[in-house]
Protein backbone atom coordinates (compact mmCIF):
# COMPACT_ATOMS: atom_id res chain seq x y z
CA UNK A 1 0.00 0.00 0.00
CA UNK A 2 1.13 3.22 -0.80
CA UNK A 3 1.19 5.75 1.51
CA UNK A 4 3.20 9.61 1.70
CA UNK A 5 2.76 10.74 5.47
CA UNK A 6 3.52 14.36 5.84
CA UNK A 7 4.45 16.15 8.97
CA UNK A 8 6.45 19.11 10.36
CA UNK A 9 4.10 22.03 9.18
CA UNK A 10 2.21 24.54 12.03
CA UNK A 11 1.81 28.16 12.86
CA UNK A 12 4.78 30.56 12.64
CA UNK A 13 5.53 34.12 12.63
CA UNK A 14 7.18 35.70 9.53
CA UNK A 15 10.52 35.19 9.27
CA UNK A 16 10.35 31.93 11.06
CA UNK A 17 11.45 28.88 9.77
CA UNK A 18 9.58 25.16 9.06
CA UNK A 19 10.63 22.25 7.92
CA UNK A 20 7.98 19.45 6.21
CA UNK A 21 8.90 15.50 6.01
CA UNK A 22 7.32 13.43 4.26
CA UNK A 23 8.03 9.65 5.16
CA UNK A 24 7.05 7.09 1.82
CA UNK A 25 6.63 3.56 1.94
CA UNK A 26 4.79 0.68 -0.72
CA UNK A 27 6.81 1.83 -3.59
CA UNK A 28 10.32 2.31 -5.07
CA UNK A 29 11.19 5.63 -3.32
CA UNK A 30 14.86 6.25 -4.86
CA UNK A 31 13.10 5.92 -8.46
CA UNK A 32 10.68 8.63 -7.95
CA UNK A 33 10.99 12.41 -8.30
CA UNK A 34 9.72 13.86 -5.34
CA UNK A 35 8.40 17.27 -4.97
CA UNK A 36 6.33 19.85 -2.66
CA UNK A 37 3.00 20.98 -4.30
CA UNK A 38 0.75 23.77 -2.09
CA UNK A 39 -2.63 25.18 -2.14
CA UNK A 40 -3.55 28.16 -0.56
CA UNK A 41 -7.41 29.14 0.32
CA UNK A 42 -9.26 29.95 -3.24
CA UNK A 43 -6.02 29.16 -5.40
CA UNK A 44 -5.08 26.52 -7.27
CA UNK A 45 -2.40 23.47 -6.51
CA UNK A 46 0.95 25.12 -7.15
CA UNK A 47 4.25 23.31 -7.28
CA UNK A 48 6.85 24.45 -4.80
CA UNK A 49 9.85 22.43 -5.44
CA UNK A 50 11.35 18.89 -6.88
CA UNK A 51 14.16 16.42 -6.12
CA UNK A 52 14.68 14.34 -9.00
CA UNK A 53 15.99 10.82 -8.52
CA UNK A 54 19.59 11.90 -9.43
CA UNK A 55 18.97 14.84 -7.06
CA UNK A 56 18.84 17.83 -9.25
CA UNK A 57 16.86 20.46 -7.83
CA UNK A 58 14.39 23.03 -9.38
CA UNK A 59 11.86 25.67 -7.75
CA UNK A 60 9.24 27.90 -8.19
CA UNK A 61 10.38 31.69 -8.37
CA UNK A 62 9.12 32.91 -5.41
CA UNK A 63 10.63 30.50 -2.48
CA UNK A 64 14.27 29.98 -4.48
CA UNK A 65 16.84 31.28 -2.29
CA UNK A 66 14.57 30.49 0.88
CA UNK A 67 13.43 26.80 0.97
CA UNK A 68 15.37 24.27 0.24
CA UNK A 69 14.40 20.74 -0.80
CA UNK A 70 15.97 17.14 -0.14
CA UNK A 71 15.82 13.64 0.12
CA UNK A 72 17.23 10.46 2.02
CA UNK A 73 16.75 7.35 -0.05
CA UNK A 74 17.96 5.44 2.79
CA UNK A 75 14.98 6.53 5.20
CA UNK A 76 12.56 7.03 2.67
CA UNK A 77 11.65 10.54 3.10
CA UNK A 78 11.41 14.14 1.41
CA UNK A 79 12.17 17.38 2.88
CA UNK A 80 11.45 20.81 2.82
CA UNK A 81 13.11 23.30 4.84
CA UNK A 82 11.59 26.79 5.12
CA UNK A 83 13.29 29.66 6.11
CA UNK A 84 12.05 33.83 5.96
CA UNK A 85 8.61 32.37 5.78
CA UNK A 86 5.82 35.07 4.66
CA UNK A 87 2.30 35.13 4.86
CA UNK A 88 2.14 34.33 1.12
CA UNK A 89 3.21 31.34 1.87
CA UNK A 90 -0.08 29.89 3.80
CA UNK A 91 -0.89 26.51 2.84
CA UNK A 92 -1.80 23.03 2.52
CA UNK A 93 1.63 21.65 1.24
CA UNK A 94 1.32 18.50 -0.50
CA UNK A 95 4.03 16.14 -0.59
CA UNK A 96 4.68 13.95 -4.50
CA UNK A 97 5.48 11.22 -5.78
CA UNK A 98 6.04 11.45 -9.67
CA UNK A 99 7.29 9.18 -12.41
CA UNK A 100 6.24 8.26 -15.96
CA UNK A 101 2.35 8.08 -16.04
CA UNK A 102 1.99 7.58 -11.72
CA UNK A 103 1.22 9.99 -9.66
CA UNK A 104 0.84 9.76 -5.48
CA UNK A 105 0.39 12.36 -2.82
CA UNK A 106 -0.23 12.72 0.50
CA UNK A 107 -2.79 13.80 2.55
CA UNK A 108 -1.26 17.72 3.03
CA UNK A 109 0.10 19.73 5.97
CA UNK A 110 -1.15 22.89 6.93
CA UNK A 111 1.96 25.55 7.29
CA UNK A 112 0.12 29.03 8.31
CA UNK A 113 2.52 32.20 8.53
CA UNK A 114 0.81 35.09 10.62
CA UNK A 115 1.43 37.16 13.84
Known amino acids: QVQLVESGGGLVQPGGSLRLSCAAS????????MGWYRQAPGKQRELVAT???????NYVDSVKGRFTISRDNAKKTVYLQMISLKSEDTAVYYC?????????WGQGTQVTVSS
Open 96 to 104: NAHRAQTDY
Open 51 to 57: ISSGDSK
Open 26 to 33: GFNFRIYA
